[in-house]
Nanobody, 127 residues
């Protein structure tokens, strides 16, 4: 069974940076496209960024383009999210998710495209 564990969240001032990590266990991460979602208090969970299994293609929500960078190290079974120029509106719980080959017909932003989720890591950006 696939398990995902996120880390790297915390409290940071506006304009600062954080790097999130997500370690996949139970399978080889190269079997999966990977994504980051976030959920702010009182809001729906939303897609942030995704990366194909090989790392060859990346996708970003418009709200984070140019500020966030997703990457992966398949040898370490880990996916990362480098977050720069953070804003208070980036405050949320950030979850990583794994998309298997069987679900690749679903769009990146759709939660149904993923069959494994982490518990999340809190990111708080103060103004």
């Amino acid at each position: 069974q696939v398990q995902l564990v996120e880390s790297g969240g915390g409290l940071v001032q506006a304009g600062g940076s954080l790097r999130l990590s997500c370690v996949l266990s139970g399978r080889t991460i190269s079997m999966y496209d990977m994504a980051w979602f976030r959920q702010a208090p009182g809001k729906e969970r939303e897609f942030v960024s995704g990366i194909t299994w090989s790392g060859g293609r990346t996708h970003y929500a418009d709200s984070v383009k140019g500020r966030f960078t997703i990457s992966r190290d398949n040898a370490k079974n880990t996916v990362y999210l480098q977050m720069n120029s953070l804003k208070p509106e980036d405050t949320a719980v950030y979850h990583c998710a794994a998309r298997p080959d069987s679900l690749r017909g679903n769009p990146w932003y759709a939660e149904r495209a993923y069959d494994a989720w982490g518990q999340g890591t809190q990111v708080t950006v103060s103004s």
